[in-house]
């Protein structure tokens, strides 16, 4: 274990929590954010998605509810996607420590959330939307709240989130910290923070990345149901290993029954396998006895595999860095490999977000859909849609949640 985290003043509990998960070596902004935040001071931290950002709020607020109870922590966070993004790691940090968490988002069941949110979860994660329609219903109880987390600030302000997140304001103890993230700090974030932090620590982080040479990239512009033909089809092409990206761990489990099914070896990573169950998929997949592995991005971490032939990013990632890190893993040391990309229409926006990071657009490959592991595939997906079964391929991830309408109200509430 790098001596780095454990300067952080983090406990041995949680050193040994980083080590199962293989983080070695603190980024920039939690070697910047985690100190002041153990110290229960206020944050704003200037951090895209993909630089470490929420490790850096889990962990130090993890150390400070350890040993309490009640709802703790609440973070919020502008869309379902990211909220999801975020419940990986505060699942893989304060189970550890015994700590549990809710998920409170648009577009699922609000009767599963008001039980979650009944046996008081250490952590509550929401979008602003659902979070104030609970709060309207005296769903929530927040009288024991020590921090709040404002994740992408920049963008609820953007989506119209500011009436929402006044009234989440009004429902807060005046006295907490509040740890505010923003890959931007223009004069909107910068006046909402000045009017709700008290004396804050700002940190700030660089965003980073160029792709890895060796790696041959390639970007596929499918449709949704087509993504499993043409990862099957792709696979069928060589015997080299495969390492596929998914956004969420449901999706991880899809797609390696998919591969168990056409008869490839496959084992799966995300936060919900065991250790045991995580050094089986990772050794299997060293050794060769797994031809495919299916991860999320927060479990790929510190997966150390010099020699893997290809990466396909099955799903777009969460955010332009993680790209970067993922086609990285094709072109270690001298090796070189294929790195595939599919894209349905409206990703449009993120290809273009993954491009300008890297400074380079991602060449275009046509679907080889006149190719007959394609075609065989396709007409199984056909078949299934026509007799949904347990082979019935799925199709794409749940649908953003929806935006609420933009107001503008007076900013008058402050935080002392």
């Known amino acids: 274990m790098s001596e780095s985290f454990e300067r952080l003043g983090l406990s041995k509990a949680t050193l040994g929590a980083l080590r199962r998960v293989r983080f070695t070596q603190p980024t920039p902004i939690q070697s910047q954010a985690i100190p002041p935040a153990l110290s229960g001071k206020d944050i704003i931290g200037c951090a895209a998605t993909g630089t470490g950002k929420t490790a850096a709020y ?66 509550v994660l929401a979008t602003p939307g659902r979070l104030v329609d609970l709060l309207e219903n005296g769903m929530v109880d927040f009288s024991k709240l020590e921090a709040l987390v404002l994740d992408e600030a920049d963008r609820m302000l953007d989506m119209g989130f500011f009436p929402q997140l006044e009234r989440i304001f009004e429902a807060l103890p005046r006295r907490r910290q509040t740890l505010l993230f923003s890959a931007t700090l223009g004069p909107d974030v910068t006046e909402f923070a000045r009017e709700r932090l008290y004396r804050p620590v700002r940190v700030e982080v660089t965003r980073s990345g160029t792709p890895a040479e060796r790696a041959e990239q390639r970007l596929y512009i499918v449709k949704a149901e087509e993504k499993s033909s043409l990862l099957l089809t792709l696979l069928a092409e060589d015997s080299t290993t495969a390492l596929v990206f998914t956004k969420t761990k449901e999706r991880a489990d899809k797609v390696m029954r998919i591969l168990q099914r056409a008869g490839h070896k496959s084992a799966v990573l995300h936060a919900d396998r065991t250790q045991n169950q995580r050094r089986q998929a990772m050794e299997g997949f060293r050794k060769g ?30 955010s332009p860095e993680d790209y970067v890190h993922r086609i990285g893993r094709t072109a270690r040391a001298q090796a070189s490999g294929v790195a595939s990309t599919f894209a349905i229409p409206k990703d449009k926006e993120v290809v273009a977000q993954i491009e300008r990071v890297m400074r380079g657009q ?55």
């Open 58 to 123: 889990v962990l130090p607020l993890v150390e400070r509810f350890h040993s309490k109870s009640g709802t703790l922590g609440l973070v919020l966070a502008p869309t379902r996607e990211l909220i999801q993004q975020i419940a990986e790691p505060v699942q893989v940090f304060a189970e550890a420590r015994g700590l549990t968490h809710a998920v409170v988002i648009g577009g699922e069941d609000m009767g599963a959330q008001v039980e979650a949110l009944k046996a008081q979860p250490t952590f």
């Open 362 to 416: 991602i060449p275009r490959v046509p679907v080889p859909r006149e190719d007959p592991v394609f075609q065989e595939a396709w007409a199984q997906f056909l078949a299934s849609q026509k007799n949904p079964g347990p082979a019935q391929q799925e199709s794409e991830a749940p649908k953003r949640e929806q935006r609420r309408p933009e107001g503008r109200h007076a900013r008058t509430h402050r935080k002392r």
């Open 289 to 318: 006895t797994y031809r495919c592995l299916v991860a999320t991005d927060i479990a790929a971490r510190g997966l150390d595999v010099e020699d893997v032939g290809q990466v396909i990013n099955y799903d777009l990632p969460h």
